[in-house]
């Protein structure tokens, strides 16, 4: 039975390899992207284990060092070893993207499936309300929410979250009134399905895909959102590592040392890049898979 198993084992690793080979040709910039992010979340996560010196230690006689093989990127205005606090200040950055779009999809999720389900004046008192905060600039309003709330990590992490809902509540309020008509929904309701029932089982695993791309891309906007916040002074706070404030404390020493400024920026546009490639790769995927089962 081994001997005879042996080769459809084998057929089978070699499908498996192939497969793998055509997915990663496909959607080439995905697979870097979620390389990419792999990465940055294995740093952020082992910061303290991966990050060769204290990222707060203050030495003066080893301030605005050029790279070199002792400190790879550099040392900062407080002789701070620039490289521990990039790693650092990309485990502040995940728990920023996650603790935000946890807030956006919770609350949107919420907001779209009672607009959607439910439909008429709550439909349009809810959608109203996301309007009202649509017609604000992003920037601009968790800007006045960090503000009103003060210069912390968790009202960064709120300011946020609360500027993303209506990208969520759209986007499921929409999925809900694609598929609510349906007939296998509708069937359900005519077995006696409860509404609860109707949205666990039927509703929500149909409108997963977008809500994943839309998590995946919200998590670059957020890391976006939060350096700015923490460069205009109202996000994180000094000394903490926050990619932003490195970036704002680093901007006057852009011909001295001009690492400070250009190292934090070229690691936010990379991650920022790199998850909006896996979004798309995401979307892509599905998308493909979709076209061959209706053709």
Known sequence: ???ANAPIRQERHIAASTSLGLLIRRYTLGFVGLVIVILFVAAAVAAPFVAPYDPLEVTLEKMLRPPSIQHPLGTDELGRDLLSRIIHGGRISLIVAVGS???S???GLIIGLTAGFRGGAVDAVLMRGMDAILSFPSLVLALAIAAAL???LTNTILAIGIVYVPQFARL???QVLAVRNLEYVQAAHGLGAKDIRVILHHILPNITTPLTVQVTLSMGYAILAEAALSFLGVGVQPPQPAW???LRTGYPYLEMAPWLALVPGAVIFVVVMSLNFVGDGIRNFFAG???MKNE
């Open 244 to 246: 932003g404030t490195m």
């Open 1 to 3: 039975m081994r001997t």
């Open 289 to 291: 898979e979709l076209r």
């Open 172 to 174: 499921v309020r929409g």
């Open 105 to 107: 999809l919770f609350l």
């Open 101 to 103: 779009v946890s807030v």
């Open 150 to 152: 003060g210069a912390r």
